[in-house]
């Protein structure tokens, strides 16, 4: 039992390039969450899924995207990174249907730099 | 806006003292409190959590305490250990949204 895996471990990018992070947990959690945190600071949550086949915004999606690939997966892409983008980001799960007061679990991280 | 902050942000502490980190938040309608722990270059973990309902709650080593009055979360550590070195994190959210609230996080260094 992995809980929730994240790759690449470490990546960087030139300035208006794309990539996939990808996510995975199994736990059989429903919702899934992207989250970045910048140096100093808490986690901010970019998108998050509350179930299979369902997305919602967070409080900064702006130059994300995100794909609920199947109840395992779901991953977040960088159309054209920025350096504003540079960041760790992590993913996370919870049990039930995107309740706030759900735990939830957490990956080890993606460490992005954007040049 | 809706914040959780925390006041101390490093706190040094003996090898076996106890070691008290605060948070507060600002957001009346919170009624989920959870705390994680961040060593360097890992995610956070999950420590404890509490709801409204309770004002104290203990695990291992590890008791947070509630004070809806005055907004404030506290997370008290018994015995400090070296392993327990790291940056705390509080959080907020309520049964009607979706995701939790981060606080700017506390480092807490154990001296040997």
């Known amino acids: 039992n992995a809980g929730v895996t994240q790759t690449p471990k470490f990546q960087v990018l030139k300035t208006g390039q794309s990539m996939t992070l990808q996510c995975a947990q199994d736990?059989?959690?429903?919702?899934m969450y992207w989250y970045r945190q910048d140096p100093g600071m808490g986690l901010r949550l970019i998108y998050y899924s509350a179930s299979e086949g369902t997305t919602d915004k967070g409080e900064v999606p702006n130059g994300y995207n995100v794909s609920r690939l199947n109840k395992r997966e779901f991953s977040l892409r960088l159309e054209s990174a920025a350096p504003s983008q540079t960041s760790v980001y992590f993913c996370?799960?919870?049990?039930?249907?995107?309740?706030?007061?759900?735990?939830?679990?957490f990956g080890p991280g993606t460490r992005l730099t954007v040049l | 806006g809706e914040s959780v902050g925390l006041h101390l942000p490093t706190l040094s502490v003996q090898e076996g003292d106890n070691s008290i980190i605060n948070c507060a938040y600002s957001n009346s309608a919170s009624d989920y409190f959870i705390w994680y722990k961040q060593e360097s270059g890992k995610g956070p973990q999950f420590i404890i959590d509490?709801?409204?309902?309770?004002d104290k709650r203990q695990g291992q080593r590890v008791t947070v305490l509630l004070n809806k009055t005055v907004k404030h979360l506290s997370l008290q550590i018994a015995a400090t250990q070296p392993g327990d070195s790291a940056v705390y994190f509080c959080?907020?959210?309520?049964?009607?949204?979706?995701?939790?609230?981060f606080g700017s996080g506390t480092r807490l260094q154990v001296q040997p």
């Open positions: 996370a799960s919870s049990a039930t249907g995107g309740s706030g007061t759900d735990t939830q679990y």
């Open positions: 959080a907020e959210s309520n049964t009607g949204r979706r995701a939790l609230t």
């Open positions: 736990m059989n959690h429903n919702s």
């Open positions: 509490i709801r409204s309902n309770m």
